[in-house]
């Protein structure tokens, strides 16, 4: 990408490297520290994606708090740069002197010798000592000198050293002062040269051995990119990222032990290896490494008092972020914080219901993160041009914003009852999956939760506590809606009970058929939760897992993803292909084993599911792989039509889910994020 072309340029010039400038930015593939220029709305400086993104993720992972881990990569990533601030709303500004590369302590910054253990005799990833590069004509010959990593680890981790002179720092504008020993900010900056002595290792070795110093004229003899991992993939970047992150975990967890940080991280050292392979894996570009790190930021719910509309191009004047209607083959950002559901800027998702009114027919519509590329997924299809509903949780994008894509002429509404935040902001909710239950169904017997059928224009309130394992500590729902109208139903509407009806619409069945759409759903005075519709209907209420505070056992986290298919019955046989599902069938999908790259501890995923029935279905069922098909459904096609919903699914034996039809159709699986631990 030209971004990251860019990038690259300014860093090799900064460095005065510039008679490899051009063969290293000529390259498609990720430079070593994959610098590329930023992709979100913030600072605009130029950034390593290792030393911000991966090294707060690889914190987070260790048990440092959101705002913590965002400190310590803020102050990782000044280290190259000086001026950093990250892209949240809590990100610190941080200004570091003392740093520079080719400055008087570049080699404790940036070229630092490396034994086989740390201060504490604790071994090295690799194993390998880098002392023996450096041979000073001086006599300094490693181990006999002190390996300059371990005067960084005694000051920033143990306390029991300072490096001359101590780098200086300003955060958010405070009165510059010097970096403290075991202090998040110098962990930040020995974390940096921790990776550095890997990155730059076998450069080191070729450039530095006489007198352990760097010259221009030296440096401007070799390419480092070559040197230190190969001209070409698969090797780009991957053993530095391999042995590097995993010493910058080590680091984070040797920091943890030695400053009495007290619980237990989420991730061990397997699983975050492994992590960190995967992301090594990513060569493509930069932004792509940026984006998975980002993605994998642990996010907790907050839901809105009542539902909101944030966009309606029916009427752009009351909603100013909408624009009008949406033209055949239009795409559109739409800024979500800036519309008037106040949605902070620091969102990292947002649970939407998004509805269309086709001008005619609708091939379909595809929402994403704004930022990135078109997805090759789809949210909603309405190919008869009937008005049609679907949930979606959709990634915010740069900006806060999302994106929506129409293949033909359209209105589109688009209402939010909750967003995520990075976890820990405070006063957010964690996801606890159930296995889908039904709570409600107005078919039954009249009584709590039960009948009769609502009438038209009637309210209802729904008892969810204690029912399907339902704790009194929930906060908001994970419900699916489904209607058996009497005749044409405009709309029906949920809410929280005990408060107005807001002016947002769950579904819609304008023809009269059977519908289903998820939805998150915030309870009410005594847990309640109401529906509304507009006409006669017999309602449906199943459930799949509820929000409550964080702190139980089974708590989950949500982890945006890049929207991603997982399986499509339309494509070749095979696990994730074809053939087509008959009517009875039921069939496994392993979802952590798809193209989509989802981890092992994903235990609940946020879905889209297509049909495209050749006939009459009566419904689709989702649920976790290895327990008993529950009496619940996912969606309805009775009238053959190709039809969509949202599902939040918990997994089941080894990540799989099972599907369930019961007429003939094509099942297309679609992801936007999972929850974890």
């Not at 309405?382 to 949780?393: H, L, T, W, Y």
């Not at 224009?457 to 500590?473: A, K, L, T, Y």
């Not at 509407?493 to 023809?511: H, I, M, R, Y």
Request: hydrophobic fraction near 40%; proline fraction near 9%.
């Amino acid at each position: 990408m030209e971004s990251s072309g860019t990038g690259r340029r300014l860093f090799l010039a900064a460095n005065i490297l510039l008679c490899v400038a051009a063969a290293a930015a000529g390259r498609a593939s990720a430079y070593y520290e994959d610098i590329t220029s930023t992709w979100s709305s913030w600072s605009g400086n130029t950034y390593s994606t290792f030393h911000y993104e991966l090294t707060r993720r690889l914190a987070l992972g260790a048990g440092f708090s959101v705002v913590d881990a965002e400190r310590i990569a803020s102050a990782d990533a000044a280290v190259d740069v000086g001026t950093f601030q990250g892209e949240f709303s809590f990100s610190p500004l941080v200004v570091l002197k003392g740093t520079p590369r080719f400055g008087s302590l570049h080699t404790y910054y940036h070229f630092p010798r490396r034994g086989l253990t740390n201060a504490s005799g604790d071994a090295y990833p690799s194993g390998t000592d880098s002392c023996s590069y450096f041979t000073s004509a001086t006599g300094d010959v490693c181990p006999g000198g002190v390996p300059e990593i371990d005067m960084l680890d005694r000051w920033a981790v143990l306390g029991t050293a300072v490096p001359s002179p101590v780098p200086t720092i300003s955060v958010n504008g405070s009165v510059e002062a010097d970096v403290a020993g075991r202090s998040l900010d110098s962990l930040g900056i020995y974390l940096h040269s921790l990776a550095d002595s890997y990155s730059h290792q076998e450069c080191m070795r070729l450039v530095q051995k006489r007198d352990h110093t760097v010259t221009p004229p030296q440096a401007c003899q070799l390419s480092w990119h070559d040197l230190e991992y190969g001209p070409n993939p698969p090797n780009v970047g991957y053993p530095y990222t391999q042995f590097a992150a995993r010493a910058v975990f080590q680091g984070l967890l040797y920091y943890r032990v030695h400053n009495g940080l007290a619980g237990s991280p989420p991730w061990d050292e397997a699983t975050a290896f492994a992590f960190v392979d995967s992301w090594a894996a990513l060569f493509a570009s930069a932004d792509r490494r940026a984006f998975a790190a980002i993605a994998t930021l642990p996010a907790t719910f907050r839901p809105l008092a009542s539902p909101c509309r944030a966009v309606d191009t029916r009427s752009p004047g009351t909603y100013p972020i909408s624009g009008g209607t949406m033209g055949a083959g239009e795409s559109r950002s739409f800024a979500v914080p800036s519309s008037a559901c106040a949605i902070p800027s620091n969102a990292l998702a947002y649970s939407l219901n998004a509805t269309v009114v086709p001008v005619g027919i609708l091939g379909y519509l595809t929402m994403w993160p704004s930022g990135q590329a078109q997805p090759f997924v789809s949210t909603l299809n309405s190919p008869d041009g009937r008005i049609k509903a679907n949930a979606a949780i959709v990634p915010a994008g740069a900006g806060g914003a999302v994106s929506a894509y129409v293949t033909d002429s359209t209105e589109l509404i688009l209402d939010v009852n909750g967003y995520f935040v990075p976890s820990g902001s405070g006063g957010d909710l964690a996801f606890y999956p159930v296995s889908p239950c039904r709570i409600s169904d107005t078919r039954n017997a009249p009584g709590p939760n039960g009948g009769p059928t609502l009438q038209g224009g009637e309210s209802r309130d729904i008892f969810p506590w204690d029912v399907c394992d339902i704790p009194r500590s929930a906060q908001a729902l994970s419900l699916n809606y489904t209607v058996v109208p009497k005749g044409p139903l405009s709309y029906l509407t949920t809410w929280p009970a005990g408060q107005d009806k807001p002016f947002v619409s769950t579904l819609n069945s304008p023809t009269g058929t059977i519908v289903a759409n998820a939805a998150i759903v915030p309870m009410g005075s005594g847990g309640q939760v109401s529906v509304y519709v507009t006409s006669a209907t017999d309602v449906i209420v199943d459930v799949n897992g509820y929000f409550a505070p964080a702190g139980s056992a089974g708590a989950l986290s949500f982890y945006k993803a890049t929207p991603c298919r997982i399986s499509d019955t339309r494509d070749p046989v095979g696990p994730f292909g074809g053939p087509a599902m008959s009517g009875g069938e039921s069939r496994s999908i392993p979802v952590p084993a798809s193209a989509c790259n989802i981890p092992a501890s994903a235990r609940a995923y946020s879905l889209n599911a297509t049909v495209v029935p050749s006939g009459a279905l009566s419904y689709l069922t989702l649920w976790p792989a290895g327990i008993t098909r529950p009496t619940v459904s996912t969606l309805n096609a009775p009238d053959g039509s190709l039809t969509s919903n949202a599902a939040l699914v918990p997994a089941g034996l080894d990540g799989a889910i099972d599907a369930f039809v019961t007429g003939p159709t094509h099942l297309i699986l679609d992801l936007n994020g999972y929850f974890a631990p």
